[in-house]
């Protein structure tokens, strides 16, 4: 009897677990972070009279995402930082495993984990082909603003 009892309280934390992971993460709100960015030449966020081909640069950026709409597992809003409130529109997309996510903006691109309900690292890149013709790549961890 008491192996039956074991055995079916494993069997219901498994699916709810399952159930659990089935759930598509609410990614609405305000989201802000701190870290650091190398940079080739210069743009908005990483102003200055470097050039692409000029030595990189490592910035401290402190960014916001302000994710104003979501439908399933497809979420859009805006980014701006500390040093260029530019209200940058970008548009994300939640895998399957409801934890990772991609998406883009008007030049570069996002790869994201979430780390928890309000917790995710978010990596971001862009080449040279945008009209800054910067380069970028970050990565750092972002939480969400308290409701």
Not at 9 to 27: E, F, M, S, Y
Not at 85 to 96: L, Q, R
Request: aromatic fraction near 8%.
């Amino acid at each position: 009897m008491r192996y039956l009892v074991f055995s079916l309280a494993l069997l219901v934390a498994a699916a709810t677990a399952a159930r659990a992971q089935d759930v598509i993460p609410d990614l609405k709100g305000t989201w802000t972070g701190k870290g650091k960015s190398i940079v080739l030449g210069n743009n908005a966020y990483h102003p200055g009279s470097q050039g692409p081909t000029d030595p990189p640069r490592v910035r401290d950026i402190e960014a916001t995402h302000v994710v104003e709409g979501q439908d399933g597992r497809v979420a859009w809003g805006h980014s701006s930082t500390t040093v260029a409130d530019t209200k940058e529109p970008f548009a994300w997309a939640i895998a399957s495993d409801n934890k990772s996510i991609v998406g883009a903006d008007l030049d570069g691109y996002f790869r994201i984990t979430l780390l928890s309900a309000d917790r995710m690292e978010k990596c971001y890149v862009h080449n040279g082909t945008g009209p800054t013709r910067s380069v970028v790549a970050t990565c750092y961890t972002m939480e969400r603003v308290k409701r």
